[in-house]
């Protein structure tokens, strides 16, 4: 490790740790990252759900879209598109639709679709934290411009045991995760905006967390909704809405008012 130690918690770090260690491990990571989105499109299943899918999940939208802006249309406005979702006999929140989600995965393409997410997202990381580790392990590479308190010392202190040393300095390793969360911003400009977030690809890598982020990687997430008991839940909403449009019944006379008067 190539420092020089003035004080017990403060170090002056050597301009060379910057040249082949910091900005040797954001290029890696970069064109890693750059190489890895690349190979997980040309991976990518060009599989489309069902039809029907479609036309439900875009009914859910519309419905959706109303509740959450209803004030801004007049209430007869309002009720014609309530009742063409909810009205008793055909309404579209009222169709009985046969689906399970668990057929989704069970399906032996989705689980394939799986394995590949699963392998395009854990072996890529693994590869470039080795190489980080194995020949940077140790190394205090940056130093933040902020304190920060000790509660951070194990996030931004990985590979070293030294509690003398201040917790705004930070090591390779410690880096490597700082650099790889944040560097879907760099990725959008060179690729464009269709990149994945590497918090999300991990998230959805975990078993744990996959129900928390709505979706089964590497599954269409219109595959995993249970329309019939999404419909019911839009409808509910939608029959508890109580139209308040008077503010704006005027706001078409008053304009045109104003615009005279100018």
Do not use: C
């Not at 790889?180 to 890598?205: C, H, I, P, R, Y």
Request: net charge neutral; aromatic share 12%.
């Amino acid at each position: 490790m190539s420092f020089i130690l003035h004080h017990p918690s403060t170090l002056v770090i050597d301009s060379a740790i910057r040249d082949w260690v910091l900005l040797p491990i954001v290029a890696f990571i970069l064109l890693f990252s750059i190489l890895r989105h690349y190979a997980s499109i040309y991976f990518k299943s060009n599989k489309e759900p069902p039809v029907d899918k479609f036309t439900h999940f875009q009914t859910l939208t519309k419905g959706q879209i109303l509740g959450r802006n209803f004030n801004f249309i007049p209430l007869q406005s309002f009720l014609t598109r309530k009742a063409f979702f909810n009205r008793e006999k055909d309404g579209e929140f009222r169709k009985k639709i046969e689906n399970n989600p668990l057929t989704a995965m069970a399906d032996p393409n989705n689980m394939t679709e799986m394995m590949k997410n699963n392998v395009q997202t854990m072996v890529p990381n693994l590869v470039m934290f080795g190489w980080i580790y194995f020949f940077y392990a140790g190394f205090v590479i940056a130093k933040f411009p902020f304190p920060l308190s000790d509660r951070f010392r194990a996030m931004v202190q990985r590979g070293i045991e030294l509690q003398s040393l201040e917790t705004s300095y930070v090591t390779s390793a410690s880096m490597y995760f700082l650099i790889l969360f944040g560097v879907k911003g760099v990725l959008s400009l060179l690729l464009g905006e269709n990149v994945a977030d590497e918090a999300q690809l991990m998230a959805n890598s975990n078993p744990l967390t996959m129900g928390q982020m709505g979706a089964t990687p590497g599954a269409n997430p219109m595959l995993m909704v249970d329309f019939g008991k999404a419909f019911e839940s839009e409808k509910d909403n939608l029959e508890l809405i109580q139209h308040t449009h008077e503010p704006l019944n005027e706001s078409e006379s008053a304009l045109l008012a104003k615009w005279k008067t100018q």
